[in-house]
């Protein structure tokens, strides 16, 4: 069987030498057998397995969990029920996260609209930009809030 050094692996797979030690360091790959001289050589499954750290990773899978997979195939068990509740588990955090930017979205649009309408010259605190509003801690809507903080009369122009 074919073998080949580090850099010939990190060539073929596109994995730097240094993320491939690091990756026998924690087990997601195998420690290689090493040549009379004392360097590292890989077999070519070593390829095949790098590659799928590679998509994995794509997927938003972490180390540990691409680890956990390698392990059960290794032992021979089928991995697919366990990929998709890994799946699932990070669609999940996707949508959590999807939900909180769209929300932080809607307060950004929110103060850019009113800083458009600002007047510079009344901004008088030394502590804050009149533009940023002050997180609500009263219990109170934010818009609420929004409705206290100053509004200029007519259109102005922020400065920049």
Known sequence: ?????I?????????????????EEIGVLKEPERSANGYRTYEGETVDRLRF???AQLTGLSLAE???ILD??????????HVMSLLDHHLDELDSRIKALKKTRTRLVTIADRARKLDPSECLDPNRCQTILPQETSGGSEHAVMAQVHEAPGEHAHAH
């Open 1 to 5: 069987m074919r073998t080949m050094n």
């Open 7 to 23: 850099g010939e692996l990190g060539r073929l797979t596109g994995v730097s030498t240094k993320a491939i030690r690091y990756y």
């Open 53 to 55: 750290v590679k998509d």
């Open 66 to 68: 691409i680890t956990s």
């Open 72 to 81: 059960q195939r290794g032992k021979g068990e089928s991995t697919c029920q």
